[in-house]
């Protein structure tokens, strides 16, 4: 109110006869310059309807208020909310109160947040349209990558299935001396590429198909209680085979009894991955471990190795889709390993991370649910000292599978 424009003028003549302070400062003019002066004159006073209207309501209510444009002494317009009481006198004369207030920086105000609101909406609107089209890319490319993953698994898998019958046709005949069906070291030598080249094709093809299931939200799990050791048991052949051909020491290191709620299919992928990625990034006479510790509620996994290391900078980009990293780190594939390997972690509600530095090998973390054994009550320390030994269950592994015996000079370390 202190701010504020009061004014009072003779409502028949129309001239100023009071002027205080906030007038002198809204307006420019001095109270001896404003006196006697006509205010519609003065201000250029711009109404929202005609005067007359104004005035006659003035003369049925005794009140009026409205916004009005007015115009300061040195002509820049002032935006003002504007009311006026008519009273009369001892004499009986009518005179016109009035209050002005600046709603200028107001009235911009409102203007640019209109302005504001409608661009925010066209913006809008242009984002849901790109947001759809983006959706049906990648429900195009889902249904792309999975049309050609079954498309290609059929040549594939009689690639593979051929090439597997004439190895093993090769192999009999060469153990009976049948003669001239007998392929020569050269034709096993390329068949076995052939078939090399197949499987490594088949791992792509099912990586695809992998990823679009998990991009489309058809990855389905079916989240048990799990023995880890067991775990580690059934994957243990694959990756021992895959060590010994790299020349890699790989060791799974004893732990306690630990349990988990995950998938079994999803945690052996997420094992294998992890290891035959170690093993593939480490150079020949260098060492990969797994190990696994109880954090509360959580199980912690590990896979470390010597190998060439991750740059800090790479430590995120390392787990997007479609990405090989340089410093050494060069392999065939299409980068799509860790990427499936993340969105599993995930999906169990889990997270992993990478601790590297260039040169000086890498260590993988990641974390699952932790849950007590079945046979344990709810007060079960999952880091108590009865522990699995991993080296127990590939010995218990080989009595059930005869043919896996032998294949480590050392228990629970393969070369």
Same mark, same amino acid.
């Given at each position: 109110?202190?701010? *504020?424009?009061? %004014?009072?003028?003779?409502? *028949? ?11 002198? $400062? ?48 040195? =002509?820049?317009? !002032? ?46 609107? %242009? ?86 299931? !998990? ?55 997420? %094992? ?31 896979? =470390? ?11 995120? !980009? ?6 090989? %990293?340089?410093? =050494? ?17 995930? $999906? ?11 040169? !000086? ?36 592994? $080989? ?6 015996? =032998? ?9």
């Amino acid at each position: 109110m202190a701010h *504020d424009a009061i %004014l009072v003028r003779d409502f *028949d003549g129309g001239r100023i006869e009071y002027w205080n302070s906030g007038a002198e $400062a809204l307006y420019g003019w001095t109270a001896e310059q404003a006196i006697g002066q006509d205010p519609h004159e003065l201000f250029h006073t711009r109404f929202p309807k005609p005067w007359a209207e104004i005035a006659a309501q003035l003369c049925v209510s005794g009140y009026w208020e409205g916004e009005l444009l007015h115009h300061h002494r040195n =002509g820049s317009p !002032i935006r003002v909310s504007s009311r006026r009481s008519l009273y009369r006198d001892e004499a009986g004369r009518p005179h016109l109160f009035e209050i002005n207030r600046d709603i200028t920086a107001y009235v911009s105000a409102m203007k640019e947040t209109s302005r504001f609101h409608t661009e925010l909406a066209s913006v809008n609107r %242009l984002l849901e349209s790109r947001n759809r089209e983006v959706e049906q890319l990648l429900e195009t490319k889902n249904r792309f990558l999975a049309t050609m993953s079954h498309e290609l698994r059929t040549p594939l898998n009689a690639i593979l299935g051929f090439s597997e019958l004439l190895l093993e046709a090769s192999a009999d005949e060469a153990a009976s001396a049948a003669g001239p069906g007998e392929l020569n070291d050269k034709q096993r030598r390329y068949v076995g590429h052939i078939h090399g080249g197949g499987q490594q094709l088949l791992g792509l093809v099912n990586e695809l198909l992998d990823l679009a299931r !998990i991009e489309a939200g058809q990855l389905d799990l079916d989240p048990r209680r799990l023995d880890l050791g067991e775990q580690e048991a059934v994957v243990m052949p694959a990756l021992e085979l895959l060590a010994r051909k790299k020349e890699v020491e790989l060791t799974f290191r004893p732990h306690p009894q630990l349990w988990v709620r995950a998938d079994a299919a999803r945690m052996q992928r997420i %094992l294998v991955n992890l290891v035959s990625n170690a093993v593939k990034f480490t150079p020949v006479g260098g060492r990969v471990w797994l190990a696994a510790e109880g954090e509360g509620e959580w199980v912690k996994i590990t896979i =470390g190795d010597t190998g060439v290391g991750i740059q800090p900078s790479e430590h995120e !980009i390392i787990f997007e889709e479609f990405r090989q %990293l340089g410093s =050494g780190r060069q392999q065939p594939g299409v980068g799509l390993g860790l990427a499936i390997t993340r969105r599993l972690v995930q $999906a169990h509600g889990g997270r992993i991370w990478v601790e590297s530095a260039g040169g !000086i090998g890498s260590q993988f973390h990641f974390t699952l649910p932790a849950v007590l054994r079945e046979e344990e009550g709810p007060g079960m320390d999952l880091r108590a000292d009865a522990g699995y030994d991993v080296n127990a269950a590939r010995d218990r592994s $080989a009595q059930d599978h005869p043919d896996r015996r =032998g294949r480590s000079r050392q228990p629970g370390v393969y070369r």
